[in-house]
């Protein structure tokens, strides 16, 4: 009887260590379920951290390939309206240990400037189209019709850019120039400010039409994320304002767009980072005149994407290798830009968040 007690309490507290510990499979299930959280951070950790190292890693190759040309062109490069690629079939001269064809000089301000102003042409064109066309489809128009329309919407920004660039300078470029750019040039009055739209009107190849091609490409991207943001506006607040009176102008100036104001300006910084960008397009209606700053909006010009692009199979030809260095170091200046244009984007965007409420003011 003694035994079989002793037996019966061992038993009672094993299970009851047993049962504190754990059963086996409860055990297994919370180590996988610990690896698996593991796991998933770690996986985290790595995918956030990936495209801050793509970023780096694209400066830093860009920035080595660009240090010959940045050694030999000075702070002039950002000045310098020259852009001479020298005698490449000559002697080679030496400048701070760089090889470089005797004559060459080379400066991208008039590159600088095109970019600046093709990318302020199609913001201003696109953003008031882009908020009008989301406000249309989320707020006026029947769902039987904003369907369809957002659908054409979206097929827009896929359509390639050589497509579009194809109709800008066969179709659109000739057809403003002939009929729409001399009625502008001729009517603006000749004061200051406005004689920047008056003079020669060129063939449908400039300034003008490369803004206006790139605004038709954001237009899609800017558009889609804003009417995406206001459909997540609640009702009550509009319901709310229009009781108080408020007119529909209102309601949209005062609530729906103050609502989502810091989502509007991040679609616009990606709307303007594909204009910063954009390559193929611009080099076929720009125009592709190299060292020049357009005198008036029509006139002919080019940007630093366009004219990386369209010197790219020229410059092999430098066998000194010193073509190409300029060129890495106008695609660092272009990044620069962009990562400059995005630092700012992102400031506006959270001091617009801290100092207003999301309804606005009034």
């Known amino acids: 009887m003694a035994s079989e007690n002793d037996n019966a309490m061992s038993r009672s507290r094993s299970s009851m260590t047993f049962a504190r510990r754990g059963t ?70 030496h400048t701070h240990g760089v090889a470089h064809p005797a004559g060459s000089a080379y400066g991208a301000w008039p590159l600088i400037a095109g970019t600046l102003e093709t990318s ?44 579009i660039g194809l109709w800008g300078v066969l179709q659109l470029g000739p057809f403003l120039a002939a009929h729409v750019y001399p009625l502008v040039a001729n009517h603006v009055p000749n004061v200051p400010v406005l004689r920047y739209f008056r003079g020669p009107t060129g063939y449908g190849e400039g300034l003008l039409t490369s803004g206006l091609i790139l605004g038709l490409m954001i237009v899609p991207i800017i558009a889609s994320t804003t009417r995406d943001l206001f459909q997540q506006v609640p009702a009550l607040p509009k319901e709310g304002a229009e009781a108080l009176g408020f007119t529909d102008a209102e309601v949209a100036r005062q609530v729906t767009i103050p609502w989502v104001r810091s989502g509007i300006i991040g679609a616009t910084v990606l709307g303007l980072g594909r204009a910063l960008g954009e390559t193929i397009a611009v080099a076929m209606v720009s125009g592709s005149i190299l060292g020049h700053v357009s005198s008036n909006i029509y006139g002919t010009m080019t940007t630093i994407a366009a004219t990386i692009v369209s010197q790219l199979d020229s410059a092999a030809t430098d066998g000194t290798g010193f073509a190409i260095s300029t060129l890495a170091e106008a695609g660092l200046l272009l990044t620069v830009i962009s990562v400059i244009v995005n630092l700012a984007a992102r400031s506006i965007v959270r001091r617009s968040s801290a100092m207003s409420a999301p309804v606005g003011r009034s």
């Open 24 to 93: 086996p499979p409860r055990r297994a299930n919370a180590r996988r379920r610990h690896r698996e959280d593991q796991l998933w951070r770690v996986s985290a950790r790595v995918a956030s951290f990936l495209p801050f190292a793509g970023l780096i890693f694209v400066i830093v190759v860009l920035a080595l390939k660009a240090w010959p040309a940045a050694q030999v062109n000075g702070p002039s490069f950002l000045t310098s309206s020259s852009w001479l690629p020298g005698n490449t079939y000559g002697a080679v001269v």
């Open 120 to 163: 302020g042409i199609a913001l201003i064109i696109a953003l008031p189209i882009s908020i009008g066309t989301a406000f249309a489809l989320t707020e006026r128009l029947p769902r039987s019709i904003a369907q369809p329309i957002s659908f054409f919407v979206e097929i827009l920004a896929g359509i390639p850019s050589v497509i």
